[in-house]
T-cell receptor, first 114, second 115 residues
Framework: DSGVTQTPKHLITATGQRVTLRCSPR?????VYWYQQSLDQGLQFLIQ???????AKGNILERFSAQQFPDLHSELNLSSLELGDSALYFC?????????????FGEGSWLTVV | AQSVTQPDIHITVSEGASLELRCNYS??????LFWYVQSPGQGLQLLLK??????LVQGIKGFEAEFKRSQSSFNLRKPSVHWSDAAEYFC?????????????FGPGTRLSVLP
């Protein structure tokens, strides 16, 4: 158990809909990362937050957004969903934004868009 | 920006055989290097990491990796593979003092183990 908690574990929704994925980082970790893992794209970095502020942005679509709340939990919002958004979404956390801190992954949220 | 390649998409070994998974990185300085393992339906678990010092790093589950600066490599090894090692293995590189994206993952190598 990495200490990173993600909900829901599985989610099935229709195209055009909107979903929210939730992440609770490890106790004491200030930095949260979101990754998307799909068969054709591999593990793609989406976005990183540190103590409530966006720190880095990767290949995140404009239809997707994220935020980190004062209690440090984070949410990833996916809207206008398309079939291609079906993937495993990981949240990870680390103590700070500094490279060298190991990042710890949750077990992921499986999103299926039908 | 840093990048990572894992030349082998899929490797099959027999149980008890030795294993080496290749990882090559591109970065202008000495990076931080990591190996993660992902079992089916699971998240990524850290196997080991290299920051500095001894270039041979020991990890969990009997794995080790060797950092070779001259070859820009960080290959993962295990002397005797167990059936439970079948999984996807990811090499990752972190850029020290990088204010942007900290981690870049390789495409992964899927390991199958024959009984």
């Amino acid at each position: 158990d990495s200490g990173v908690t993600q909900t829901p574990k599985h989610l099935i929704t229709a195209t055009g809909q909107r979903v929210t994925l939730r992440c609770s980082p490890r106790s004491g970790d200030l930095s949260v990362y979101w990754y998307q893992q799909s068969l054709d794209q591999g593990l793609q970095f989406l976005i990183q937050y540190y103590n409530g502020e966006e720190r880095a942005k990767g290949n995140i679509l404009e239809r997707f957004s994220a935020q980190q709340f004062p209690d440090l939990h984070s949410e990833l919002n996916l809207s206008s969903l398309e079939l291609g958004d079906s993937a495993l979404y990981f949240c990870a956390s680390s103590p700070s934004w500094i490279s060298g801190n190991t990042i710890y992954f949750g077990e992921g949220s499986w999103l299926t868009v039908v | 920006a840093q990048s990572v390649t894992q030349p082998d998409i899929h490797i099959t070994v027999s149980e008890g055989a030795s294993l080496e998974l290749r990882c090559n990185y591109s970065y202008g300085a000495t990076p931080y290097l990591f190996w993660y393992v992902q079992s089916p339906g699971q998240g990524l678990q850290l196997l080991l990491k290299y920051f500095s010092g001894d270039t041979l790093v020991q990890g969990i589950k009997g794995f080790e990796a060797e950092f070779k600066r001259s070859q820009s490599s960080f290959n993962l090894r295990k002397p005797s593979v167990h059936w439970s090692d079948a999984a996807e293995y990811f090499c990752a590189v972190g850029a020290p003092r990088n204010y942007g994206q900290n981690f870049v993952f390789g495409p992964g190598t899927r390991l199958s183990v024959l009984p």
